[in-house]
């Protein structure tokens, strides 16, 4: 869900977010000219500057490309944020305090001074929280080059990874203490609470005096939020056959929620953007190992299973996503998990296979940086190609049960699809491919889209009952087995009252807007 910002705050950020200075910050070569100042436009190549920033309207406008807006729009385009992260972006850069995006109770006896007091301690709480990642990143980051000898050194040197990459993901090394941490945390002037909030300590039991490092002699790496900022850890073991679990991550916080968490997603949007596709992976090591191999729109969920929100996270900046997962039978079985999240939302999928490796990491370091990216941005294949060549090697498709098996699911993939036009082109391909005709097909079809319409009748808004009445999978893969969080047929878009303001903003902005407006849009 997106985090409701106040009005009163939005325009307080407007008021005291200078255009010229916030572009000048991005744009180094803007340089007055007479009430107005030029630079060559930052969002296309161009020779004659045509990019022009006007203080007294304090907004932006590229006569070339015909981007355009103020300071936030200007934050949106060109670190690729939605509104309600450019605007925490600007509030941090201007010291402006924005309301904590948990319910806050208010009670009637409090003032309302004493109400935004409240407001602002919880602000404070979520900024001394990101402080204290940011300052722990550091402290294992010097950790790990400052004991070349310790296990975790010795482990990281295995990996290969060259330093300019362990730089750019901070990657560092966990102390064999049980307070190392802590120790440190507290020269630094955080409190106990603070390090139980973080979820950075563990205790004995619930309410304990006692706390201990929650991570000791293991490799970490920071995550981060959309916005770059670092809002947790997740660890890896440098065991072979590991006793405990081989990643201990950090848990959900006030700043820390995994299901809207994507690895590397703050470094990796700019290249979804260009390139328009993401490249989702599983985990960091592959996500590192994608980067490396030049593959830098690759990202990954974060200590669990994709689910919806991440999705909708990813649409924001492209519809074309590539599936990279582990060469193995629990990345295929995610391949269709993820399917059936993605494919009802709208996205074009395909699927990259490593050959002769189980992962990205695996294939970068036996073939090389030229192989993964040929397996992940040459040879990968359309989702249904991918689906209908993996049930081949489950049934026998010469003889008619076997091809009535991988037609039954093919066709419940299909029905995934929330495009009538792209479920037609679908069945069209999948006819050429077995010889059944399209109409037989498209009959099947609509047996299948009315279970699963009766389902969702019957149980509203429960997504398992969808998915046990649509997932058949060809690939072997029970129901049961690869079951995804199915999101609605129709999702619903929070701060609509928001957007219509923003729209009409806009329109209010230029008059040649209004004048389009009053042509094409409705009244209501």
Not at 230 to 250: H, L, Q, T
Not at 254 to 260: A, E, L, Q, W
Not at 339 to 368: C, H, R, W
Request: aromatic letters at 10%; a neutral charge; glycine letters at 4%.
């Amino acid at each position: 869900m997106a985090r409701h910002i106040p009005d009163e705050i939005i325009d307080q950020i407007r008021m005291r977010a200078d255009i010229v200075e916030v572009v000048q910050s991005y744009v180094p070569t803007l340089k007055k000219a007479g009430a107005t100042w030029k630079a060559c436009c930052p969002f296309h190549q161009e020779k004659t500057p045509s990019f022009v920033v006007n203080p007294q309207r304090q907004t932006y406008k590229c006569f070339g490309c015909g981007k355009g807006g103020n300071a936030i729009s200007f934050i949106m385009d060109f670190e690729k944020l939605d509104f309600p992260n450019a605007v925490e972006l600007l509030a941090r850069k201007y010291g402006i305090i924005i309301p904590d995006p948990e319910p806050v109770h208010y009670h009637s006896g409090k003032n309302a001074e004493e109400n935004r007091t409240v407001h602002e301690s919880s602000y404070s709480t979520r900024e001394r929280l990101y402080q204290l990642h940011e300052k722990l990143a550091s402290f294992y980051e010097k950790n790990l080059h400052e004991h070349p000898d310790s296990p975790v050194a010795q482990y990281f040197k295995t990996r290969g990874i060259p330093p300019e990459f362990a730089m750019r993901f901070h990657i560092g090394s966990a102390p064999d203490s049980w307070d190392a941490a802590i120790r440190f945390a507290h020269s630094e002037h955080f409190t106990d609470e603070e390090l139980r909030l973080s979820g950075i300590v563990s205790e004995k039991e619930p309410g304990s005096a006692h706390i201990y490092d929650r991570f000791r002699n293991r490799l970490m790496f920071p995550i981060w939020n959309e916005q770059g900022r670092i809002v947790a850890f997740s660890a890896r073991s440098i065991e072979a056959d590991p006793k405990g679990w081989k990643y201990v991550n950090s848990p959900e916080s006030p700043v820390f929620k995994k299901s809207r968490t994507l690895y590397a997603l703050h470094l990796a949007r700019s290249a979804i953007a260009e390139k328009d596709s993401a490249v989702l992976c599983e985990g960091q090591l592959d996500t590192i190992a994608l980067h490396r191999a030049g593959c830098t729109n690759a990202v990954a969920p974060q200590g669990t299973a994709f689910g919806q929100e991440q999705a909708l996270i990813l649409k924001r900046y492209t519809q074309n996503i590539t599936l990279a997962l582990d060469n193995d039978k629990a990345g295929r079985a995610a391949v269709f998990k993820d399917a059936a999240i993605l494919l009802p939302l709208g996205f074009s999928l395909k699927v990259a296979v490593y050959t002769s490796a189980k992962d990205a990491d695996e294939m970068l370091k036996n073939q090389g940086p030229e192989a993964v990216r040929k397996a992940v941005e040459d040879d990968s294949t359309d989702f249904f190609d991918f689906s209908f060549t993996l049930a081949c090697t489950k049934y026998d498709a010469s003889t008619p049960a076997g091809k009535a098996a991988i037609t039954a699911g093919l066709l419940s993939q299909i029905a995934w699809v929330d495009s009538e036009s792209m479920r037609e082109a679908y069945l069209s391909w999948l006819s050429s491919k077995t010889q059944i005709h399209s109409d037989a097909l498209r009959a099947d079809l609509h047996k299948i889209l009315a279970k699963t319409e009766k389902v969702s009748r019957n149980h509203p808004g429960d997504g398992h009952s969808f998915q046990q009445a649509t997932l058949s999978s060809p690939s072997g893969i029970s129901p049961k087995s690869a079951a995804p969080e199915m999101p609605p047929r129709s999702v619903r878009m929070p701060g609509l009252r928001k957007c219509f303001a923003e729209f009409l903003q806009t329109l209010l902005s230029e008059e040649r807007f209004a004048e389009m407006a009053s042509r094409d849009v409705d009244k209501e």
